[in-house]
């Protein structure tokens, strides 16, 4: 069974910094393109940022560039995402995903990946 699993979410003021991970089990996703998507109360999901299977390219929303960076770590089937300067605006649930295609650059739309983690609560109070 295939999980993604995230995790260190939490309540941060505003300014401050959190560092996501998401690991994988059930399937070796070296190969595959991960990104981060978020979804605040009464938005759509939108995508936060991608890195494709060899960490060599990376995408990046704008609203979030130059303040996130996004890694991963293939010897530990694990994706990154470290978040600096937070603001109230990025409070969302944020969920990993891994890409559907094979040796893939990462893709900004959310169908073309198929394996989710449950979320992580991120919190940014003003």
């Known amino acids: 069974q295939v999980q993604l699993v995230e995790s260190g979410g939490g309540l941060v003021q505003a300014g401050g910094s959190l560092r996501l991970s998401c690991a994988a089990s059930?399937?070796?996703?070296?190969?595959?393109?991960l990104g981060w998507f978020r979804q605040a109360p009464g938005k759509e999901r939108e995508v936060v940022a991608t890195?494709?299977?060899?960490?060599?390219?990376?995408y990046y929303a704008d609203s979030v560039k130059g303040r996130f960076t996004i890694s991963r770590d293939n010897a530990k089937n694990a994706v990154y995402l470290q978040m600096n300067s937070l603001k109230p605006e990025d409070t969302a649930v944020y969920y990993c995903?891994?890409?559907?295609?094979?040796?893939?650059?990462?893709?900004?739309?959310?169908?073309?990946?198929?394996?989710w983690g449950q979320g992580t609560q991120v919190t940014v109070s003003s």
């Open positions: 890195i494709s299977w060899g960490g060599g390219t990376t």
């Open positions: 059930g399937r070796t996703f070296s190969s595959y393109a």
């Open positions: 995903a891994a890409g559907r295609k094979r040796y893939g650059n990462g893709s900004t739309v959310s169908g073309e990946y198929d394996y």
